[in-house]
């Protein structure tokens, strides 16, 4: 079937530490964005990465699309970094399949 | 100069009444979606309109009834609230001649009493 599955489900983090969030999708799913929800609810896109690598401050993100899975790594985490990381992919040309989340929180 | 929007932020109201929700986007996109995020915080579609066309109409009660006047406008009518429609429902826009790269709205929390 169509799924979009994230691991780990939660994670505490120190203030500094490095993590890393994965997404793994089915073969229906292509066109991999990622989010973060952040405390007050507001979803924030933070890439879209059908493939390759790409990198915005301390965020980067890799998908290789062959294996059907994409990662988020988060350096030097703040506690604003906090919040529900989804990804969600794309099933045909308009439907978007989100993940379940990864909920971070990250301690001063 | 908010790129897609949506009122009210907050809607308390009484089971069995109807309400509204509206979604504007300003980013020249032709597709608009609505979802709903449960308490579990999962995000399900709801509705898609392309060119105020509809073209994703998911399992969702017929309570549930979606308008698009334009391609910038997006409604969500909801009739006989029940306490299960106590969601945070979003509004998103996407440009369907390219990037899949979709945009939200900052939501509108639905408590149903």
């Known amino acids: 079937g169509i799924q979009v599955e994230q691991s780990p489900p939660d994670l505490i983090l120190q203030e500094g530490a490095n993590s890393t969030l994965r997404c793994n999708f089915s073969d229906s799913v292509n066109n991999l964005q990622w989010f973060h929800q952040n405390p007050w609810g507001q979803l924030i896109n933070l890439f879209y990465?059908?493939?390759g690598t790409k990198q915005n401050g301390r965020l980067s993100a890799t998908t290789v699309a062959t294996e059907r899975y994409s990662l988020l790594y988060i350096s030097s985490s703040q506690t604003t970094d906090s919040g529900v990381y989804f990804c969600?992919?794309?099933?045909?040309?308009?439907?978007?399949?989100f993940g379940t989340g990864t909920r971070l929180k990250v301690l001063a | 100069d908010t790129a897609v929007s949506q009122t009210p932020k907050y809607l308390v109201t009484q089971m069995g009444n109807d309400k509204s929700i509206k979604c504007e986007q300003n980013l020249g996109h032709d597709t608009m979606y609505w979802y709903k995020q449960d308490s579990k915080k999962f995000l399900k579609i709801m509705f898609s309109y392309n060119n105020k066309e509809l073209i994703i109409n998911e399992t969702v009660p017929n309570r549930f009834s979606p308008k698009s006047p334009d391609k910038a406008h997006l409604n969500l009518h909801i009739n006989s609230l029940e306490l299960g429609d106590s969601a945070v429902y979003f509004c998103?826009?996407?440009?369907?001649?390219?990037?899949?790269?979709?945009?939200f709205g900052p939501g509108t929390r639905l408590t149903v009493t």
């Open positions: 990465i059908p493939s």
């Open positions: 969600a992919g794309v099933s045909g040309t308009y439907k978007y399949i």
């Open positions: 998103a826009s996407k440009w369907s001649g390219g990037s899949y790269e979709q945009y």
